[in-house]
């Protein structure tokens, strides 16, 4: 049974960081595409960043030059750095799982998902 487990959420203050980490299990995940969406309150989820079973990154404007997405396929975990947050990154964290469709963003690709993880950013 594949599963997808998010942590590292939190409140944090405008201009802090967050590490967020995307822990899988079930199945090997190294040739996947890994990638992290979110959703704030009212609006539709969202790409943030996504990277392939080479290293390879794709990121959403918004947070390039911010957030690194990163993964340890030894460890079976993916990683999200969040810089220089603001209160425009508050939302739920997901990240998702891709058998094929290297560095895609759009959600319908993607096979697994996790349950979330909320992320609030105070001024």
């Known amino acids: 049974q594949a599963q997808l487990v998010e942590s590292g959420g939190g409140l944090v203050q405008a201009g802090g960081s967050l590490r967020l980490s995307c822990a899988a299990s079930?199945?090997?995940?190294?040739?996947?595409?890994m990638a992290w969406f979110r959703q704030a309150s009212g609006k539709e989820r969202e790409f943030v960043a996504a990277i392939s079973w080479n290293s390879g990154t794709r990121y959403a404007d918004s947070v390039k030059g911010r957030f690194t997405i990163s993964r340890d396929n030894a460890k079976n975990t993916v990683f999200l750095q969040m810089n220089s947050l603001s209160p425009e990154d508050a939302a739920v964290y997901y990240c998702?799982?891709?058998?094929?469709?290297?560095?895609?963003?759009?959600?319908?690709?993607?096979?697994?998902w996790g349950q979330g993880t909320q992320v609030t950013v105070s001024s």
């Open positions: 079930g199945r090997a995940f190294g040739f996947y595409t």
């Open positions: 998702a799982a891709a058998s094929r469709g290297a560095l895609t963003t759009t959600r319908n690709a993607y096979d697994y």
